[in-house]
């Protein structure tokens, strides 16, 4: 398993490089008269850079991040982030960025939203004092995400279930442990009954055809990464192995894909696929380890094991995506590979 120190360094330049950088960019937003048609900066005076809005939110978080670290704290670059982080995240931009949401409701919808939830969460956790001090500017920002999710979810029929941007799974779950950790019980209420809502009936998931040619997250996975954090533990326990029942490590969504044009933007998504399926496979092997220690029971034991003996062939092609030269991976993927990381 690679180590988190050996890529403090080299992501912290790509963060810093991404989260400076104005164009590409790709402004998803809705035009409603020639009045909105402006340059990225006029609209959302943070996060107009690093290719698109939520790119650069979590490439901010990623930053924040690693400054956590031993090196992050003492490297040559650590001024610099500080520096950049305090002018992005200043009062008056997250002021301008959380009306920006409150004005375009359904923009970024939920994967924008459970990256400004993020990042508000490692400031706020930060053992920094400058970064401590930006999660009060951004908490406006994550106040906006909770009001818009709590107002958004009773009127969901269903859950997007695809491994791209709008899947609801992946979005409710760092939005509902943001809002647990701040005491926000109505939002923690309101995306617990969505989600039972929406996935508690659910069973033996199919992975041996869910993923497509874009996706960067596995929805099995991310349904079941969102129910560990909902259900109780006596629920889980029954749920959980059920739900993972066709998983084995010959499934198609624990084998690494090889991604034939790394300059299309769809396709470099694969990359990413592979660090977020290590990053849930590690988190939910745990989770079965424990219910069979609880059970006795010894073949769901080894199902945890044989998932976990991908791990680490699945990241290895995002890490070497992180950093490279391609701009359609570099933008974003080092996120993800940091994540799946500190998990070791």
């Not at 690679?2 to 164009?23: C, G, K, M, W």
């Not at 009045?35 to 900066?41: E, G």
């Not at 409150?102 to 400031?123: K, T």
């Not at 933007?265 to 696929?273: E, F, I, R, T």
């Amino acid at each position: 398993m690679p180590q988190p120190e050996d890529f403090v360094h080299p992501f912290a330049e790509v963060a810093l490089s991404n989260i400076t950088r104005d164009y590409p960019y790709a402004a998803h937003h809705l035009a409603r008269s020639l009045a909105d048609i402006v340059p990225a900066a006029e609209k959302n005076p943070a996060f107009a850079n690093s290719f698109d809005w939520h790119s650069s939110v979590h490439m901010h978080y990623l930053l924040a991040s690693l400054l956590e670290t031993e090196e992050g704290r003492n490297s040559s670059w650590t001024a610099e982030a500080l520096e950049i982080l305090a002018e992005h995240l200043s009062e008056t931009n997250m002021l301008a960025e959380a009306a920006f949401l409150r004005d375009n409701p359904s923009w970024e919808r939920p994967y924008g939203w459970a990256w400004a939830v993020e990042l508000n969460r490692v400031l706020n956790a930060s053992d920094v004092a400058v970064l401590r001090e930006l999660g009060k500017n951004t908490q406006v920002l994550a106040d906006a995400v909770f009001d818009l999710v709590s107002a958004w979810l009773p009127k969901v029929a269903e859950p997007v279930r695809h491994g791209v941007h709008s899947n609801t799974a992946f979005g409710l779950r760092r939005i509902l442990i943001g809002a647990r950790l701040q005491e926000r019980h109505d939002v923690v209420d309101v995306i617990a009954g969505a989600a039972r809502r929406f996935f508690a009936e659910d069973a033996a998931w199919n992975f041996r055809q869910e993923r497509s040619g874009h996706d960067f997250l596995s929805p099995g996975l991310c349904e079941a990464d969102l129910m560990a954090e909902v259900l109780t533990e006596d629920e889980l326990a029954i749920w959980l192995p059920a739900f993972l029942s066709e998983l084995d490590p010959e499934s198609p969504a624990l084998t690494p894909i090889t991604v034939l044009d790394p300059t299309d933007g769809q396709q470099s998504h694969l990359y990413g696929l592979g660090l977020s399926v290590a990053a849930s496979v590690m988190r939910l092997a745990a989770k079965l380890e424990a219910i069979a220690e609880k059970t006795g029971n010894n073949d769901l034991a080894a199902h945890a094991r044989g998932m976990l003996t991908r791990v680490d062939a699945l990241m290895t092609r995002g890490l070497k995506a992180a950093v490279s030269d391609e701009y359609m991976s570099s933008h974003w993927v080092a996120t993800f590979a940091w994540e799946v990381l500190r998990l070791n």
